[in-house]
């Protein structure tokens, strides 16, 4: 075999295609077993079996055609089943994530998934048992009706045939479609609430429930690898069988010392597949060659230099820099030379021509199939003598299958193969490659996941549940109706303070004006905030003149992951906001601007309570600490009063201040005018609650901010993103306010402004 590094002068490099290894690992093994300490105990909410059971039927039915037979069915009965299913899973799967959240365990969210997913395979086949079951007494019904002729019975009998011989088409069909379903949920509702709690990499792909495999009984059906992915050979001798196929990538692959060119940053991750073949574990150079062909994207990356030259050729246009459209031109240069390499090979063996009549073959074969099977269309398309064995029994296939049967396009497509060009396939050579590696991907995934279902035990029997909930090994995922409801002990809480600056001028300016200070301070601060605190899970605690005190209460209830100085933070901003755009119309209006500062304080631990006949009044060290929080030196916001509006807090220490004499807080001086500052220990309680990341953020006086971010799950659903800049408290002598060192002690800002956030989405 052509050695590759003997095949050009310069060896090719690989380290700036931008390829990355198969990460997603999936494992049950921290999950403690069930009662018969061979399986892990699962309890699904009976809800979701009767959703699904009536969801698949009703599939069944519009799948098989069978609509005519069933009264009750009407054309939207499916929707009407799938969007209840699909709600009651979301809540199954959100069970899922609190749980996993709660135990700092990604595998209880595995999980969940898995026991959906073993679930729905079960009942579409129980539920196409009940189709046939439900349609064979008809024939017996049709027989001793005087109202059915033998038309109607031949009918019947004719599409219960059709039932049973397609058996296999109708189940994938329908589980395709329920698995889409399951896979949309993850999509659309709950890849934000996983990402809030887990690393991207922890988070199981959606390619893992729309696997096809899933709803066949034979992978190596010829009808589904044309359908989902590529016909391969059964056979050992076949050139083109999965083995063969494999081994000639790997053996293409490996003579690149892919250890060193590519992945040297990724070793854990290869490693942590720790992929199998049947040979046992597969060397470390042979473990990264696996890694490399399991990601179907890095098929692109390695040899579409005809998406790359397109791109090139935009870029020339639209004159990008230099080093841009060298690196364009390096990247061609790899891909083509790949290519190339893999070309030849598969030319030599006779792959390629296997490969073109593949894909040419897709828009012919049903006219042909049956009565002969897929395998002899493309033999027809590359061998004369296979045309000439065809071309001697079309008149038996005439006879049999009517005159309809014509080798006409069978011919058309052979003459469009031979005026087929190098590059076109090239790029046949491509798309082989893509479907290989998903199929080598989901054949991978299919066998790890079939695995982890032969270790689940779907548990109903409620004895079983009652024995192994009482010992602690029982998962359940139930709907929220299911759950004790009983209302727990306030654990800890949040208290947000929102001062409103120089009230009292507000008050006297539009009294000389004539004009109604409390409609405005109510119809531009309180109204709108009050209307915004469902959204938090927020109540008010206090309302005076000028300011306002919410509350976020946290109970202790270890079924339920709490977010309350994420919200709060989240509602801070929000305030901000409310008024930012308030005061924009104000404005226009000539009426005065509202200036806030915000205090938020986390208090680990139950508030006090008093009453005042029938009203409860909270008594909490977070409501002083987050008044102090709030508020603003005057000196400090003469001195700040033309600074860059970025950054809207700052804290500084009294230097001279006697520390034996008066607490932290009485030597403390801050600036806030339109600003938000949280308690260290908030912080902290926040770092728990959701996944933050760290970013540097350049700042105008050379000095790197270090800002922390996330998304926070809001009490409807939706979500916010936060950034939290972490700084620290500088010394001052009061006398001349000159700055004269620092302390280790930080204070934390929520920022709000908009070029922090354009910085972020940047850096996704």
Request: one cysteine or more.
């Amino acid at each position: 075999m052509l050695n590759f590094l003997e095949s050009y002068k310069k060896p090719i490099s690989l380290r700036d295609l931008g390829l990355k290894p198969y990460r997603t690992v999936y494992a049950l093994n921290r999950l403690p077993l069930g009662v018969d300490n061979v399986h892990i105990d699962v309890h699904v909410s009976p809800q979701v079996h009767n959703a699904l059971k009536k969801a698949a039927f009703n599939l069944m039915i519009k799948h098989s055609g069978t609509e005519i037979f069933f009264k009750d069915y009407k054309r939207d009965s499916c929707d009407i089943a799938k969007d209840s299913l699909r709600r009651i899973c979301n809540d199954i799967l959100l069970e899922g994530i609190n749980k996993a959240k709660i135990s700092s365990e990604i595998q209880i969210d595995f999980l969940a998934q898995t026991a959906l997913a073993k679930l729905f395979l079960q009942e579409i086949i129980s539920q196409y048992k009940n189709l046939v079951s439900q349609l064979e007494p008809l024939v017996r019904i049709y027989q001793l009706s005087e109202r059915h002729d033998q038309n109607d019975i031949f009918f019947i009998k004719s599409k219960l045939s059709e039932i049973k011989l397609h058996h296999n088409q109708i189940i994938r069909l329908v589980g395709k479609e329920l698995f889409e379903l399951l896979a949309s949920i993850s999509t659309r509702n709950l890849t934000n609430m996983r990402r809030t709690h887990f690393l991207d990499r922890d988070i199981l792909p959606n390619y893992f429930l729309t696997n096809p495999l899933f709803h066949t009984d034979n992978p190596n059906d010829d009808y589904f690898l044309i359908e989902e992915y590529l016909l391969l050979g059964q056979r050992a001798e076949d050139s083109d069988n999965y083995k063969r196929v494999q081994s000639a990538i790997q053996e293409l692959l490996s003579q690149i010392d892919l250890k060193q060119d590519i992945f040297t940053d990724d070793h854990e991750a290869i490693s942590a597949n720790n992929l199998p073949s049947e040979r046992g574990l597969l060397s470390e150079q042979d473990q990264i060659c696996d890694s490399l062909i399991l990601e179907p994207d890095n098929i692109e990356r390695m040899f579409d230099y005809f998406t790359s030259l397109e791109n090139y050729q935009k870029a020339k246009q639209t004159k990008e820099p230099e080093n841009i459209l060298e690196h364009y031109r390096a990247r061609i240069g790899t891909q083509k030379n790949l290519l190339n390499l893999f070309y030849r090979k598969f030319k030599r063996s006779g792959l390629l021509r296997l490969i073109v009549a593949d894909f040419e073959m897709k828009s012919v074969y049903n006219k042909y199939c049956p009565p002969i099977s897929p395998r002899q269309v493309r033999e027809c398309l590359i061998s004369f003598w296979a045309r000439i064995s065809m071309r001697s029994q079309q008149k038996r296939y005439k006879a049999l299958y009517g005159t309809e049967f014509t080798l006409a396009p069978l011919l058309r497509t052979v003459k469009k193969i031979r005026r087929l060009s190098a590059d076109e396939k090239k790029q046949y050579l491509i798309m082989y490659l893509k479907h290989f590696s998903r199929y080598h991907r989901d054949l991978y995934n299919f066998r790890i996941m079939k695995e982890a279902m032969t270790a689940l035990n779907l548990v109903t029997d409620e004895k079983i549940i009652l024995l192994s909930r009482e010992n602690r090994t029982l998962f359940e995922f139930l709907l929220p109706d299911e759950r004790i409801t009983e209302e727990k002990p306030i654990g800890n809480h949040v208290i947000i303070k929102a001062d409103i600056r120089g009230s009292m001028a507000i008050n006297s300016s539009m009294r000389n004006k004539g004009l109604n200070a409390a409609s405005y301070f109510s119809l531009n601060f309180f109204d709108p905030i009050s209307a915004v605190l469902n959204e938090y899970g927020a109540s008010k605690v206090f309302i005076e003149g000028d300011a306002i005190i919410l509350s976020i209460l946290e109970r202790e209830d270890k079924g339920q992951v709490n977010y309350s100085v994420a919200r709060a933070c989240g509602l801070a901003i929000k305030i901000l906001q409310i008024v930012h755009s308030y005061n924009e119309v104000n404005k226009e209006n000539n009426l005065p601007a509202l200036e806030l500062g915000i205090g938020i304080s986390f208090c680990d631990g139950p508030p006090a309570f008093l009453f005042d006949g029938d009203s409860k009044i909270m008594i909490s060290p977070a409501i002083s600490q987050a008044d102090r929080m709030s508020s603003c030196d005057k000196m400090l916001r003469k001195i700040f009063k033309s600074q860059n509006d970025i950054f809207n807090v700052f804290v500084f220490e009294n230097e001279t201040e006697d520390m034996t004499d008066s607490s932290p807080e009485e030597s403390t001086y801050r600036y806030n005018v339109n600003g938000i500052e949280l308690n260290e220990e908030g912080f902290y309680k926040i770092s728990e609650e959701i996944k933050l990341q760290t970013f540097t953020f350049p700042s105008d006086n050379d000095e790197n901010v270090k800002l922390h971010t996330g998304k926070v799950p809001l009490a409807n659903g939706s979500y916010q993103r936060i950034a939290i800049r972490e700084a620290i408290i500088h010394k001052v002598q009061t006398s001349v306010l000159d700055v004269s060192g620092k302390i280790s002690k930080k204070y934390f800002e929520v920022c709000s402004h908009r070029e922090i956030y354009d910085f972020i989405e940047k850096q996704f």
